[in-house]
């Protein structure tokens, strides 16, 4: 159990906020800068702890890449798709989804064996929709319930290429199927029922991959060389969200979150609260390789709204900071749709219900989200991250709303995301309302 937080204060944000980098794209950063031919350097890196275990990860197969935090810079000497090396020991990844699931993709078409583990939360999370067709492409993997929960270990080298139509719309199975897909012989081909973001294929494109897109498939062939990246890194739109969610269901408050990330992928949030009735206006400057802006967005009492399954998966992550939002709007919201949730750094739907109804919100749980009755308030109460970033900081936000003190417990979970949330959060909160 790590530290606890508790807030007893109603307010209201107000202020300027420049979101941390994106997480997804730092991953992906590194791992491009890593596999390609040249320097590559990144300002704005996102230096949580989720993207130091990839950049630790890669350092440890024999990439020299060096981060320097006062300039939030990372610059990498790329040792080619061909040049990583079998690393001493295991890969220890922490809390993090998308290292491991990317890392699965690249390690798949290495000469060399390896394993990879994380956390009690990673090594609980399914991991078979990423083996289970990186074995199709004839990667060797081996871990518990075939391969489904970490301590992975992965023997890969001579790759085919796949049609992979997948069930779910993730953007971290169908990135791992496609920078396997880099080593692979003939044309990989990934399919998802919705687009989730589409970091991955913009940044192949940047690099020079042999990508494509052809009738609705993401289509990648083995690639010779991938050129350098230079650039800096938008800031992260779901370390955003829970200033841009909390500002708008908190009349009074205005708040303008400057260069973050506007790919409309993973902008979802903006539309559903526009649809309960908030004030929001965005402002983009094209930036390559991801659109940036600002946003600003003003509080008023929101209505509630419904989300389901075609929404989820631009705002799959700002789900918990939107079950916040409806528990305190006007009326009732539903979310369907959303059983991924279940399966994240923990159950969310879970977390955030039983959350939510501790401090006084009206929440009913079903199998693939939840109904929600708002309230005008929140009262105080003591609660539990459940060891999950997201879970922690939404029930931060909801502390402006609440009548007494709401005490979150074991919040270290959130340094894998967002580690300068207090202090950030500090500065955007005023007095009472
Ligand atoms: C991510 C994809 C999403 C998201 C996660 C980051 C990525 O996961 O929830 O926080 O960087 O590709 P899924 O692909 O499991 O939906």
Not at 103 to 120: H, S, V, Y
Request: charged share 20%.
């Amino acid at each position: 159990m790590t530290r606890t937080l508790s807030f007893n204060q109603r307010g209201v944000l107000a202020g300027d906020f420049s979101p941390p980098g994106d997480k997804s794209i730092s991953h992906r950063a590194v791992m491009l800068g890593a596999l390609a031919e040249g320097q590559s350097e990144f300002t704005h890196f996102l230096d949580a702890e989720d993207c130091l275990h990839t950049l630790g990860a890669f350092q440890a197969m024999g990439v020299q890449a060096v981060y320097t935090p006062d300039q939030k810079r990372v610059r990498i000497r790329g040792a080619g798709l061909q040049g990583l090396q079998k690393p001493a020991r295991e890969l220890y990844l922490g809390n993090s989804g998308t290292s491991m699931r990317l890392l699965l993709g690249i390690l798949a078409g290495q000469r060399f064996d390896c394993t990879l583990t994380g956390d009690d939360s990673l090594t609980s999370r399914p991991m078979k929709r990423v083996t289970g067709p990186l074995k199709q492409m004839g990667a060797q993997i081996k871990g518990k319930d075939g391969a489904n929960f970490a301590p992975l270990s992965m023997h890969g080298g001579k790759l085919k290429g796949i049609d992979f139509e997948n069930h779910l719309a993730s953007a971290q199975v169908k990135s791992a199927i496609l920078l396997a897909g880099l080593y692979a012989d003939g044309v990989t081909r990934v399919r998802e029922p919705r687009a989730s973001r589409d970091h991955t294929e913009k940044m192949f494109e940047a690099a020079g991959a042999d990508f494509f897109k052809e009738n609705g498939w993401l289509c990648v062939r083995k690639t010779a060389r991938l050129n350098p990246l230079s650039f800096k890194i938008p800031g992260d739109f779901s370390a955003a969200a829970f200033f841009i969610a909390g500002a708008a269901m908190l009349p009074g408050s205005k708040v303008r979150i400057n260069h973050v990330g506007l790919n409309p992928l993973r902008t979802g949030l903006l539309g559903v609260l526009e649809r309960m009735g908030a004030t929001i206006r965005v402002e983009t400057e094209t930036a390559l390789p991801e659109p940036v802006g600002t946003i600003l967005v003003e509080g008023k009492r929101l209505s509630g709204t419904r989300i389901t399954g075609a929404e989820i998966p631009s705002l799959i992550d700002e789900l918990p900071i939107l079950m916040t939002v409806m528990a305190l709007s006007e009326g009732e919201s539903l979310i369907s749709g959303a059983e991924e949730l279940r399966v994240k750094e923990t159950d969310r739907i879970l977390s955030m219900v039983t959350n939510l109804n501790a401090a006084g919100g009206e929440l009913k749980e079903l199998p693939d989200g939840c109904m929600i009755r708002g309230v005008a308030r929140f009262h105080g109460a003591e609660v539990q991250s459940f060891g999950d970033h997201r879970t922690a900081m939404s029930m931060a936000l909801a502390s402006l709303a609440a009548d007494g003190e709401i005490v979150i417990h074991d919040t270290d979970c959130i340094a894998t995301s967002f580690p300068g949330f207090q202090g950030a959060f500090e500065s955007l909160r005023r007095g009472a309302f």
